[in-house]
């Protein structure tokens, strides 16, 4: 299958260009959103690319085409993962990436359904190749996911414990994880056991924060925890 991928939102650096992030929308949505709301935080060294999903029917709205990363049923541990869909959104993704210049540092984020396409370029990081065996071609410094899940989960430990260089590259890879305890979407268990299923295959460089009363959407707290992080994970200059 061939997937057509929608507009590409960019949000210049407003000082010197010390990372690029590229930020994933959540199911039916689109890069104009998320773009601009990260314009409005205090990361002048971020430029911020924010794709569009292609447009395709998805399962759990009965196949009623909408915008996502990938084909999605039902959530849940034993369900069929759309790797087709995810190893295509990931290498899109990817290329956006390859085109930086060498010096700045990459990194993907994301929301719900964005934020399982960000960890799951995570996992093709670490062991060096998609899904499909393809090689993985950029070099990773961080990976944010809110409110979102694992997909794959069941088969990551795998993956990463066969081989030293992705366990090296695991385990130096810096995630931050954000979930509402009272998500209706995604469930918070979902959250948590991603977390713990990233921590038992090497992702140890992971930092999970748990939002109280905190649903599907996100808040200005935590945003302003996503800045933090970054600040400190990227070692980004004038964001004292």
Not at 59 to 73: E, K, N, Q, R, S
Not at 203 to 225: C, I, Q, S, W
Request: charged fraction near 20%; charge should be neutral; proline fraction near 6%.
């Amino acid at each position: 299958m061939t997937f057509e991928f929608g507009r590409t939102y960019v949000v210049r650096p407003k000082g010197k260009h010390q990372a690029t992030i590229v930020w994933l929308h959540g199911l039916g949505d689109n890069g104009s959103s998320w773009s601009q709301l990260l314009e409005s935080l205090p990361l002048p060294n971020i430029k911020w690319i924010c794709p569009t999903a292609p447009t395709r029917p998805v399962a759990i709205l009965g196949g009623f085409p909408c915008t996502a990363w990938f084909d999605v049923g039902e959530l849940s541990d034993d369900g069929p993962d759309d790797f087709e869909g995810l190893d295509a959104s990931v290498a899109h993704i990817a290329n956006l990436l390859s085109t930086e210049p060498a010096d700045v540092k990459l990194g993907i984020g994301g929301f719900s359904m964005g934020a399982a396409t960000a960890l799951y370029s995570a996992t093709c990081f670490a062991q060096g190749k998609y899904g499909n065996g393809n090689t993985y071609p950029v070099n990773l410094r961080a990976i944010i996911g809110l409110s979102g899940w694992l997909p794959g989960s069941r088969n990551v430990r795998n993956k990463i414990e066969g081989s030293l260089e992705a366990a090296r590259r695991a385990s130096s890879l810096p995630i931050l994880l954000c979930h509402g305890s009272c998500d209706e979407v995604v469930p918070y268990k979902y959250g948590e056991r991603s977390t713990l299923v990233l921590n038992s295959a090497g992702f140890r460089n992971l930092a999970f924060k748990k939002y109280d009363g905190l649903g599907h959407y996100t808040v200005p707290r935590e945003m302003d925890e996503v800045c933090n992080w970054l600040n400190a994970r990227l070692v980004l200059e004038g964001c004292r």
